[in-house]
């Protein structure tokens, strides 16, 4: 076992003989500051992810690789986590939500994860490239008129772009129909708020699109879910949605919030690329901080520290991908080398398009804003004290106000030679023409992907 830490050594806001919080105001404002003071147990430590949740957390690079990629020593099933069969987990734990079991892939190993895997896999595997991007394009332009003409010239770009453009892309993607979509997006987002019932709204919502899709099938993602000859039932098809949605949009958000923060900050070298600043973001903001929770199934010594069966190991994907011992030759890596997605098994299957949905949303802000800024220099930006993920809490921007014209008349990208190029003049498009953002008087009624095909439409 590793020898106790000094106690000028026990990471700022810990207790003296407690485990380090990974939470919290004092998290929030200093990780990178925790994970170094991390580094002193060795490969990984103890930490209290909640209140009275503990876990131990990989730091290392390689020590992360390693469990990643051994299923056999370390599985991703949560019914096997020790101190919650034991009464040890208080019942309304914020950690819950994150880590308790729920019947997908994520949470699934063996011959049961592979089944649910591919079915998820192959189903993204039909998504067009093209369609995709000109769905991101659309929905960006969509966002973008809401704020882009008003006299201030200002906007919160997490609030009012970063958070709802996934929303709006996946809504399109699994084929909802608009008031559906309202309800899937206001569940999604109230999980991610906090607010009580929006579990109930989500699974309510995506319930009726399957029984909808059972009726009518389409050409969408949830079709393809349910057709794929893994023959998923109704549930699995819901926990699947629930999976790709709660693990693609809150990422691509804090994605795209940092990318377009380190893009427009004061430290940006002019010329590069929106892809270098998505890579960065990446690297050393990694959306998904803390996470992929693994159970060891016997007692198992890593660098020193002996973890015990069935005892939480989490990954800490930011410690990792800045272990100073790999940054030493990170130059030396590919630039995709970065734990961001994960890696093995349960590495995420859509690590591809989540790249092309940031970037391209990266890009279209700078071609539809071309003279945006931010009103607050990048190192005074505030980040969220979760544990789980590395996102902004608002990014303050100002520019001229303009109204932005449809996809159609899109400008050059600023950024780079870009995803909007790629896509091209006949690439398939999802939703028809962008149309220009109807006035306030004439503003459809519905949640907010109603008013967003209205605006497709032209309504």
């Not at 309202?182 to 569940?187: F, K, L, T």
Request: charged residues 15%; glycine residues 8%.
């Amino acid at each position: 076992m590793q020898q106790p830490l000094d106690p000028q050594e026990i990471p700022p806001g810990c207790p003296a003989h407690g485990n380090v919080q990974l939470y919290g105001p004092s998290f929030g404002a200093d990780p990178d500051g925790h994970y170094a003071q991390l580094r002193a147990y060795g490969l990984s430590a103890p930490v209290d992810i909640a209140p009275d949740v503990q876990a131990e957390l990989v730091t290392s690079y390689d020590a992360a690789l390693y469990v990643l990629q051994n299923p056999t020593s370390f599985v991703r099933d949560s019914r096997r986590w020790k101190a919650l069969n034991e009464g040890r987990v208080p019942a309304d734990s914020p950690a819950l939500p994150m880590m308790g079991y729920r019947p997908n892939a994520l949470f699934s190993d063996g011959a049961a994860h592979a089944r649910l895997r591919q079915a998820v896999t192959d189903s993204l595997a039909t998504v067009n490239e093209h369609q995709l991007i000109r769905q991101t394009q659309q929905s960006a332009n969509y966002l973008i008129s809401r704020f882009s003409s008003e006299p201030r010239g200002q906007a919160e770009l997490m609030a009012e772009y970063a958070q709802p453009l996934p929303l709006l892309v996946f809504s399109d993607l699994f084929g909802c129909p608009p008031e559906i979509g309202d309800r899937v997006i206001a569940g999604i987002s109230g999980i991610f708020d906090g607010t009580p019932g929006a579990d109930e709204v989500l699974g309510g919502a995506l319930t009726e699109l399957i029984a909808l899709k059972r009726r009518q099938p389409a050409a969408d993602l949830t079709t393809r879910l349910m057709e794929h000859a893994a023959q998923l039932s109704d549930e699995e098809v819901l926990h699947q949605l629930v999976t790709l949605l709660s693990g693609g949009t809150a990422p691509l958000t804090a994605a795209i919030g940092t990318s377009s923060a380190l893009y427009l900050g004061e430290e940006w070298q002019s010329g590069l690329p929106v892809e270098d600043a998505v890579s960065q973001t990446l690297w050393n903001y990694a959306p998904i901080a803390n996470y992929a929770a693994h159970y060891p199934t016997h007692d198992v010594e890593l660098g020193g520290r002996v973890i015990q069966a069935n005892d939480p190991v989490l990954i800490s994907f930011a410690a990792a991908n800045t272990d100073p011992k790999l940054t030493e030759h990170r130059e030396q890596l590919s630039a995709k080398a970065h734990l961001a997605f994960g890696a093995g098994p349960h590495a995420c299957p859509a690590k591809d398009p989540a790249f092309m949905i940031a970037v391209t949303a990266v890009e279209a802000l700078l071609n539809r804003l071309p003279d945006v800024e931010m009103r607050v220099p990048f190192k005074a930006l505030t980040w969220a004290p979760s544990p789980w993920s590395r996102s902004l809490v608002t990014l303050p921007i100002r520019f001229t106000p303009r109204t932005v014209p449809s996809a159609a008349e899109s400008a050059a990208p600023r950024g780079s030679q870009g995803y909007q190029q790629q896509a091209g003049a006949s690439a398939p498009s999802s939703a028809g023409p962008s149309r220009p953002a109807p006035s306030a008087s004439t503003q459809p009624k519905g949640g907010l992907f109603s008013r967003f095909l209205a605006w497709t439409r032209g309504e």
